[in-house]
């Protein structure tokens, strides 16, 4: 089921000069200006009956008109799905997300989704977009997810997420052995040949990762990694760029390499590592409702430790 939108508003003059998109976030408050500008680009909002994008300025008077349909939430299944929620108030909640758990609905995962279970346990999200999901993790990364659990708070942390003020901290283990931390300035966009897959390319979005050593393996590195942006698969594309990919990424990693001389404890970890070794241990935002700034913290699991735990082994052995 969906929602058909009708608004028109008349920008006021002290509104002129400003961008397009700008002036329709003011005047369409009850959206994200990331769904406002999909909408410029789609041609869902005209400005005097005509399309324009989202850069555009405006001179005032003119009048916008949305007109567009909206996915109703109520469309998907609500599945009874764990959530392992870390914070809840009436305005947010924070999740710590599992393996293998896919965010949201798509082509080949319609069902067992973390929409789906949202839509379970809180029946009300059904009104807010994705269900207040405001941000992805990988099906395979694990941990801290913010969800929004009314429309002003979808709205404020959109924007949180667009003006980059939300912190988030991951822990990876990568390929090879790093020399030191850094920072890839890179733009990603999806890959010109294998479209399953994003890569750095020029015509891509900004992007930029920042890194530094936690410790160092004879083979491998644990790194901390912090975003500036937040772009399909940003760290795994980043730190294969760099050439250390991170441990079980078949996507980007190419693959299996076993170290020359590893013991047989570690190849066995190494091959029964079956995920990408990301995990979001760490989110700061400014509370939607109180503008307090909270933050939370979650240990990896335990796969992600065990994985650690027999490389530290091989190293204390080799040292």
């Known amino acids: 089921m969906s929602e058909q939108i009708e608004q028109q508003v008349v920008v006021p003059d002290e509104q ?27 041609g869902d909002l005209l400005v005097d009956g005509n399309r324009k994008k989202p850069k555009d300025k405006l001179i005032g008077g ?24 870390v914070y809840e108030d009436d305005t947010i909640l924070v999740i710590n997300k599992p393996a293998g758990l896919v965010v949201h609905p798509a082509a080949g995962n319609y069902t067992g989704t973390l929409l789906n279970g949202l ?8 009104s807010v977009p994705r269900a207040g999901i405001v941000h992805r993790l990988d099906k395979d990364t694990t941990g801290l997810m913010v969800v929004a659990k009314t429309l002003a708070a979808h709205t404020d942390l959109v924007s949180q ?34 479209r399953l897959r994003m890569g750095v390319v020029q015509s891509g979005k900004p992007s930029v990762t920042h890194y530094r050593v936690l410790e160092k393996f004879p083979s491998h590195t644990h790194v901390r990694c912090q975003l500036e942006t937040g772009r399909t698969h940003q760290i795994r594309v980043h730190m294969s760029h760099i050439r250390h990919p991170l441990v079980g990424d078949d996507l980007y990693a190419g693959r299996l ?10 190849e066995q970890e190494l091959r029964g590592f079956k995920r990408q070794a990301l995990h979001a241990r760490k989110l700061g935002l400014m509370h939607p409702a109180t503008d307090d700034y909270l933050e939370w913290e979650v240990p990896a699991p335990e796969d992600f430790q065990q994985l650690l735990s027999v490389l530290q082994k091989y190293k204390t052995e080799n040292a």
């Open 62 to 85: 003119e009048t916008l008109k949305l007109s567009v349909e909206v996915e109703d939430e109520k469309q998907w299944l609500p599945e009874d799905i764990p959530l392992d929620v």
């Open 16 to 42: 002129g000069s400003k961008r397009l998109d700008q002036v329709a976030a003011s005047c369409f408050p009850d959206f994200s200006r990331a769904r406002l500008q999909e909408w410029i680009r789609n």
């Open 119 to 126: 839509l379970f346990h809180y029946p009300n999200l059904a």
């Open 161 to 194: 997420l667009q003006d980059r003020s939300v912190s988030r901290e991951y822990e990876a283990i990568t390929m090879g052995t790093m020399t030191a931390g850094g920072t890839v300035n890179e733009p990603i966009g999806r890959h010109p040949l294998h």
């Open 257 to 266: 390499r076993i170290p020359k001389g590893c013991s047989e404890e570690m």
